[in-house]
T-cell receptor, first 115, second 113 residues
């Protein structure tokens, strides 16, 4: 079955520190991969996506993610976290055979930023 | 940049009442979706819609739920008789054909009392 795993439910980092949020996927073939951010009570904002090509993708707000096929991973990184980055982050995957396939979301990682 | 819109942003209803959540997908998109997120939980797929019919639905999408594209621009989700456990954020999404990604709307928060 298709699945997306985010092993860290809650992460706390100091402002200015680096950040890495983990994501692993289990799909029959390499899916399209996404990271979304959600502030409390808000909708889903797309941070970045990977479809093919360069395995290091750049997104908005200074985020990047690296696709590693051998590890079935798509980890999100940021070199220096800002207090405004506190939010919940969802990794998601979509089967790349087109059609009407649904997006599968991970359970989310809640990021807390401390001064 | 075109975006998916949803109305209302927040709906409060009493248990047993019918609700209709509305979405306006991006105009040239062909595939439409509803997802829901119960507070504190992950986003879950409900249903996908293509060519004026349901193409896939999850086990959550039971006979209480229905979807419709009544006029070529709106895409609605109806819950016939709401239950307390239907309280959630409901997201609409749409995409073009081929390998286009899904674009999500801002969500409607449904509160059933």
């Amino acid at each position: 079955a298709q699945s997306v795993t985010q092993p860290d439910i809650h992460i706390t980092v100091s402002e200015g520190a680096s950040l890495e949020l983990r994501c692993n996927y289990s799909y029959g073939a390499t899916p399209y991969l996404f990271w979304y951010v959600q502030s409390p009570g808000q909708g889903l904002q797309l941070l970045l996506k990977y479809f093919s090509g360069d395995t290091l993708v750049q997104g908005i707000k200074g985020f990047e993610a690296e696709f590693k096929r051998s590890q079935s991973s798509f980890n999100l990184r940021k070199p220096s976290v800002h207090w405004s980055d506190a939010a919940e982050y969802f990794c998601a995957a979509w089967g790349n055979s087109g059609g009407y396939q649904k997006v599968t979301f991970g359970i989310g990682t809640k990021l807390q930023v401390i001064p | 940049e075109p975006e998916v819109t949803q109305t209302p942003s927040h709906q409060v209803t009493q248990m047993g009442q019918e609700v209709i959540l509305r979405c306006v997908p991006i105009s040239n998109h062909l595939y439409f979706y509803w997802y829901r997120q119960i507070l504190g939980q992950k986003v879950e797929f409900l249903v996908s819609f293509y060519n004026n019919e349901i193409s896939e639905k999850s086990e959550i999408f039971d006979d209480q739920f229905s979807v419709e594209r009544p006029d070529g621009s709106n895409f609605t989700l109806k819950i016939r008789s709401t239950k307390l456990e239907d309280s959630a954020m409901y997201f609409c999404a749409s995409r073009t054909g081929g390998a286009g990604e899904q674009y999500f709307g801002p969500g409607t928060r449904l509160t059933v009392t």
